[in-house]
């Protein structure tokens, strides 16, 4: 064999370009290589400027809305859009960017209205405190969490979590001398915030607004953040996300103690809204109540849940539906759009926008983020891949 086909086939000791390997590996190595890269913002994300113009216009259309002649039952249907929203869009997060579908959300949602009630009835404190409180518990119960993502995957992952969701809902029914049992336990009386006593749904309704207006702005910088890169990184390969050092347990801790936080602030509103805290307001179907929201409105947008929470909500209300028909016509709605349309309800719109936009020749409308919508019903990955693999 002639010397330079030597030199040619003997691999160097040190490689100078370690992405170019053939085949799946290339591109995989290549997409990890960029995505752990502090400042790297993935192609499906919208701009900074497009997410300050619809946190504007959200903030818009939503401000002059109670003023807009509505009924006042719409406005109460409102601070509940907000709240599930809330809950939904941290969800959103660990779905779309770490591949992670939680129905165990709904449980965390509760022990943040149990934590209200509980402080509020017995110690008589105030609402910040309260809030503060509850993001801290819940936020530790959902680092706990993290240990099931890190053990197992797919569908067994979501089955342990439903069961982690009747287990919360167990301890709420017979915890009977914190819960109160079945029976639920009353709020009494308006709360203050910074001085403002805060009484009527309209208040509440501003309040519960601002704040998923701040969360969605959190959500922005974490997912521009090197944790939610971490976390795409994650998602896509764990050995290789792995083998470049990214700790998968610190990544999902940190996820799921955030929006675990985001669910307690949520469930603490919901404490407050309803005045009264009762097992049953969250079992496992609140949490798939949410998990529909998600995938309804589409995970991979920042507003998706939002306009998922909308449409459950509001939908029913408009068409004075009976409470199982407004199930069942959801339910037809969510199996349409799985099917139909993956990105959900926002990636529909952004679709149809696009298509006017080509057709009447105005601009070029940018590329659709990937939706993740259909995956929900093959799990998040297949669970036969081992454990530790997501």
């Known amino acids: 064999m002639p010397a330079g086909n030597l030199r040619r086939e003997r691999p160097s000791a040190v490689p100078t370009a370690p992405l170019a390997t053939a085949g799946p590996s290339r591109s995989l190595l290549a997409n990890l290589n960029r995505i752990t ?36 039952q719409y406005v109460t249907l409102g601070v509940t859009v907000f709240i599930y929203a809330i809950v939904a869009s941290g969800i959103g997060l660990l779905y ?5 579908l939680s129905v165990a959300h709904g449980g965390l949602w509760g022990i943040g209205a149990y934590t209200a009630a509980v402080l509020v009835t017995h110690f008589n404190w105030p609402l910040i405190p309260v809030i503060l409180t509850a993001i801290a518990i819940v ?33 709420m029914i017979n915890w009977n001398s914190v819960t109160n049992g079945s029976e639920g ?3 009494a009386g308006p709360t203050s915030l910074f001085g403002y006593q805060i009484s009527s749904y309209l208040q509440w309704y501003y309040v519960t607004l601002i704040t ?4 969605l702005v959190l959500l922005r910088l974490i997912k521009q953040s090197q944790l939610g ?3 795409r990184a994650i998602r896509d390969s764990r050995p290789l996300a792995v083998s470049v050092g990214i700790s998968v347990t610190r990544v999902h801790m940190a996820s799921f103690a955030i929006t675990g936080a985001m669910a307690g602030v949520a469930g603490v509103y919901w404490a407050y809204l309803e005045k009264y805290v009762v097992p049953s307001q969250f079992s496992a179907t609140a949490s798939i109540d949410f998990v529909v929201v998600v995938l309804l409105g589409g995970s991979a947008y920042l507003l998706g849940p939002l306009l998922g929470a909308i449409v459950v ?11 199982l ?19 959900g309800v926002v990636g529909l719109i952004t679709r149809s926008v696009g298509w006017l936009i080509a057709r009447t020749g105005i601009g070029r409308w940018p590329r659709l983020p990937t939706g993740r919508a259909g995956d929900a019903l093959e799990t998040t990955r297949p669970a036969d891949e081992g454990l530790g693999e997501t």
């Open 185 to 187: 336990i009353v709020l």
């Open 212 to 215: 998923l207006v701040v969360i």
């Open 96 to 100: 779309h960017d770490g591949g992670l």
């Open 313 to 323: 909500i509001f939908l029913p209300q408009l068409l004075h539906l009976a409470p």
């Open 325 to 343: 028909l407004s199930d069942a016509i959801i339910g037809v709605i969510f199996i349409a759009v799985i099917l139909l349309f993956p990105e």
């Open 139 to 171: 936020g530790v119960a959902g680092m706990s969490l993290a240990s099931i993502s890190t053990r197992v995957a797919g569908s067994y992952f979501i089955i342990i979590l439903f069961a982690v969701s009747e287990v919360i809902y167990g301890v």
């Open 37 to 72: 890269r502090r400042g790297y913002t993935p192609p499906s994300e919208a701009s900074w400027r497009a997410t300050i113009a619809a946190l504007v216009a959200l903030c818009v259309v939503a401000g002059v809305f109670p003023y807009s002649g509505v009924a006042a």
């Open 229 to 231: 890169q971490q976390l």
